[in-house]
């Protein structure tokens, strides 16, 4: 096995999984998006600015 060979299986798999995590992210935000029970950021029209952030 020389470089030339390794070198592009290396890349495509490296790209496989950014791919896959960012599908894998993809759907959690649409589903967190969906979930009306989710707390609500405070960017939001109709939330406090003042109060804690939905993620902390």
């Known amino acids: 096995m020389d470089v030339p060979f390794i070198v592009p299986i290396l890349a495509l798999i490296t790209i496989l999984g950014f791919l896959i995590f960012a599908l894998k992210g993809k759907s ?16 939001a029209k109709d939330k406090s600015s003042s109060g804690t952030p939905a993620d902390v």
């Open 28 to 43: 959690d935000v649409a589903a967190r998006k969906d979930d009306a029970s989710a707390p609500k950021s405070t960017l």
